[in-house]
C-alpha cells in the first residue's frame, strides 16, 4: 500500500516543486543516496520538496540539514532542473528542481531524512565511479568545467511574498 507522501509523488496531476542544495568544499561535493524513488539507490546532491508557503532559500537550507546535518547558507541560484519519468504513457514522476549553491557552515555529516548515506566526494572521481541521478551528474559535469563556480552569474529570483 503506498503512504500518502508517495501517492502525492507518484502520477501528479501537476509538477512539483523542489530545490537541491550543491555544497562545495574545496574540490569536494557533498552527496547523498537516495533512500526512495525516483533514484532510489543512487548518489545525488540533498534536495527535496518545498513546503507550502516556505521560501525557496530556507527550503534549500533545510533540506540539506534534514538529509546531511549541515547547516549552509548563502543559497545562490544555479540550475534549473526538469525530471519527467513516463510510466505506460503517463506521467509517473514529474519535478522542478532549482538547484542552488550553499555554502557550508558546519563540517560534520550525519544522513538523515530519507537518504541512506551521505558524505563529500572528490567531485571528478564521482563522476567517474558513482552511480549518480541523470540531473546531478550534469550539474557535476557542468562544476568541473568552471574555473571559479562562485563567479557565475545567478539567474535572477524573484520571490513575492504578500498577505491579503
Given amino acids: 500500500m503506498m503512504s500518502i507522501d508517495e501517492v502525492k509523488r507518484k502520477f501528479p496531476s501537476t509538477p512539483l516543486l523542489g530545490v537541491g542544495a550543491l555544497v562545495i568544499r574545496n574540490r569536494e561535493v557533498l552527496l547523498v543516496k537516495r ?29 540539506l540539514y ?25 506521467v509517473k514522476y514529474h519535478y522542478i528542481v532549482l538547484d542552488f549553491l550553499v555554502k557550508p557552515l558546519t563540517r560534520d555529516v550525519i544522513a ?36 571559479d563556480i562562485w563567479s557565475i552569474p545567478s539567474p535572477l529570483l524573484i520571490s513575492i511574498t504578500r498577505t491579503e
Avoid: H, M, Q
Avoid at 531524512?113 to 558524505?119: K, N, P, Q
Fill in 112 to 147: 538523515g531524512g530519507d537518504v541512506v548515506e551521505a558524505r563529500f566526494f572528490d567531485i571528478r572521481e564521482a563522476l567517474r565511479s558513482l552511480k549518480l541521478t541523470p540531473g546531478t551528474k550534469k550539474l557535476l559535469g557542468y562544476v568541473v568545467s568552471v574555473e
Fill in 35 to 63: 533512500g526512495y524513488p525516483p533514484g532510489k539507490g543512487l548518489w545525488s546532491i540533498p534536495g527535496g520538496l518545498v513546503n507550502v508557503g516556505e521560501k525557496l532559500d530556507e527550503a534549500v537550507l533545510r533540506e
Fill in 66 to 90: 534534514e538529509e546531511t546535518g549541515v547547516k549552509g547558507s548563502d543559497p545562490k541560484l544555479l540550475a534549473i532542473t526538469e525530471i519527467i519519468i513516463w510510466s505506460s504513457n503517463r
